[in-house]
């Protein structure tokens, strides 16, 4: 699949004419249905205006079209990057990644093993790792278990970087910071922080203030660690817990979900250690709650 175009804005202009000076192949048109398609990324942020200001330093992007794997009954589920080896997906909020004792068919995971064996019955998919089932964004799986073995046993080393965005209840005072705590997980599968080192695994995590509204902030979500839970307890313990999440303190769930989008996912590709890069838009419900600090 065709990696996304992506331009570093040099000086300050309008999205539509910046955009047909970095793609003059591409008429007038093409590049509406582009910014209609919210195809249009500006620093993570899908952008229709044709004369959105842009400003030196940021980042646009030209996303790929997703094909999409489609079950019944289940929200469609966008593939973003397939080849020999690995799928990349953006998953939706309220699709399980694997099954659970409580429900075995309507996951991602079934999904795209399905999708695997239309090709050859004998074809697997496997799990490189997990992200909660009302958290939406991207997500890996591998083609075979050697992949996947190569991914999980050098962790730290293939993941270049992992970036989540949230709509968190208050009014963040700080513009960026970072968390560092010890976590650990309960027998009734809480996730509890401690400053201790032996009382749980080390998390870390950077945030960013992106907007704020009366009783929310949009907070970007940077990963130096990868621990269960890890955002939402680092938020909690911030005071600003993710909106809609009532297991970590919130008292609100206004989009009806829990506000918490996996945005970026970056990776050594384990057989022919080429750097890729995905991103996906920042859902449209956040940024609607923003829309006068963002505009």
């Not at 008429?27 to 942020?45: E, M, P, Q, T």
């Not at 429900?103 to 004998?122: C, F, G, P």
């Not at 839970?229 to 809609?244: D, K, S, Y």
Request: glycine share 6%; proline share 5%.
């Amino acid at each position: 699949m065709k990696k996304p175009s992506d331009f570093a804005v040099t000086s300050p202009d309008e999205l539509l004419a910046f955009l047909g000076r970095q793609l003059p192949q591409e008429g007038r048109k093409h590049l509406l249905r582009l910014l209609s398609a919210d195809r249009v990324l500006v620093d993570g942020l899908a952008i229709r205006q044709f004369d959105h200001p842009l400003q030196i330093g940021q980042r646009v992007i030209i996303a790929p079209r997703q094909a999409s794997i489609r079950s019944q009954g289940l929200p469609p589920l966008p593939i973003v990057h397939e080849d020999d080896f690995l799928i990349v997906v953006n998953k939706p909020s309220g699709l399980l990644t694997v099954a659970t004792d409580k429900e075995k068919r309507r996951t991602a995971y079934a999904m795209l093993s399905e999708y695997v064996k239309e090709a050859n019955r004998d074809n697997k998919i496997f799990i490189v790792h997990r992200i909660d089932r009302e958290t939406s964004g991207l997500l890996l799986f591998a083609k075979s278990e050697d992949v996947k073995r190569a991914i999980q046993d050098s962790w730290l080393d293939v993941i270049e970087e992992r970036l989540y965005v949230a709509v968190v209840e208050g009014k963040l005072a700080q513009q960026s910071g970072t968390v560092k705590s010890y976590l650990k997980e309960s027998s009734a599968m809480r996730v509890y922080s401690s400053a201790n080192p032996h009382q749980g695994r080390e998390a870390v995590t950077h945030f960013r203030r992106l907007a704020v509204s009366r009783a929310y902030s949009l907070v970007e979500l940077r990963l130096e660690t990868g621990r269960k839970h890890q955002i939402r307890v680092h938020m909690q313990e911030l005071g600003h817990p993710v909106a809609g999440d009532k297991k970590y303190g919130a008292v609100t769930k206004p989009l009806k979900r829990l506000a918490l989008h996996a945005k970026v996912l970056a990776f050594r590709h384990p057989v022919d250690g080429k750097l890729h890069h995905f991103e996906t838009p920042i859902p449209p419900a956040f940024t609607a709650m923003f829309a006068a600090s963002i505009s």
